[in-house]
């Protein structure tokens, strides 16, 4: 893959994404909040302060000098849970997105570029898969295949292969009547080279950009299984089922510290993956010449 260049300013296509991305400021300020909060959560074991499992004080007792978010309602610490939950709920993002993302480029590819009975098969697979509503088939997976974190990281992964795949394919059709494409073809260059190191590379930018999106449902998505049941499993903690126990009136008017920073947290990564992904995809326009 040839450097592009900017011919105002004879700039490498990454130092022009990079630019345009920092004319985004919230996307910006969200990539700190997003480092902050991925350390956060790596850091998990360092910075919480009690055993996340363990019950530490009193039933639902609120925020004190002890317990920075109070405990829940069986006496563990609130904010140790809520950095074990951020763990989960990355590594569910992140996990699932890896899983749909790499089936559906391998499919997108094979696709795109065989064409014929292959590209038809693929595509009509796609088609079968995109045709069942969404959260349906996630729900239905979820009670076949049982809950638990393993399992809804390979649900939410093989679900959200069809999108990727497809806008491969559709980069590919593109792509392999390309000039330089053609001459790797004409120099005897071997069908694998062609895919992974002439195509791939060129249409890695718009894959990225819906990753980061997926990543952003992929964790919205986890909240709500966990939430009604079906995902991360207690005593594991989750953002999901940690608002599942806040669920009556009383909870809901007398203690908020039970459901407001775990709530708020979804809330604010999906907020933050969101940023990041709409300029990724503003950046990576190939018809913004600033």
């Known amino acids: 893959m040839k450097k592009q260049k900017n011919p105002r300013g004879g700039e490498t296509y990454p130092h022009i994404l990079i630019r345009r991305f920092r004319r985004h400021k919230l996307a910006v300020v969200g990539s700190w909040l997003f480092a902050a909060i991925l350390l956060a959560a790596l850091l998990a074991p360092l910075i919480a302060p009690y055993d996340p499992n363990a019950i530490v004080g009193k039933f639902s007792s609120p925020p004190t000098r002890q317990f920075l978010l109070g405990t829940d309602q069986i006496g563990r610490e609130v ?66 295949i049982g809950p638990g974190l393993t399992n809804i990281i390979l649900i939410l992964g093989f679900v959200n292969w069809p999108s990727v795949a497809r ?66 499993q207690p005593p594991t903690a989750s953002l999901g089922n940690m608002l599942n126990g806040a669920q009556s009136l009383t909870i809901l008017t007398s203690k908020p510290w039970l459901w407001v920073p775990p709530g708020v947290l979804i809330v604010l990564l999906v907020l933050i993956v969101s940023f990041i992904g709409d300029a990724l995809r503003d950046a990576s326009d190939p018809h913004d010449a600033r």
């Open 79 to 144: 904010f140790s849970r809520l950095l074990y939950a951020l763990r989960v709920s990355l590594l569910v993002g992140f996990a699932s997105t890896a899983i749909a993302v790499a089936i559906g480029i391998v499919l997108g590819l094979v696709s795109g570029y065989f064409g014929g009975w292959v590209d038809m098969l693929i595509m009509r697979v796609t088609d079968m898969v995109m045709s069942f509503p969404y959260i349906m088939l996630v729900l239905v997976a979820a009670a076949i």
């Open 167 to 232: 806008l491969v394919r559709g980069n590919v059709l593109s792509l392999k009547e390309s000039e330089f494409v053609q001459n790797s073809v004409v120099q005897g260059m071997p069908t694998r080279f062609l895919l992974f190191s002439e195509i791939l590379p060129n249409t890695i930018a718009p894959v990225l950009v819906y990753a980061t999106s997926s990543i952003a449902v992929a964790m919205l998505d986890e909240a709500a299984l966990s939430f009604l049941g079906l995902g991360v």
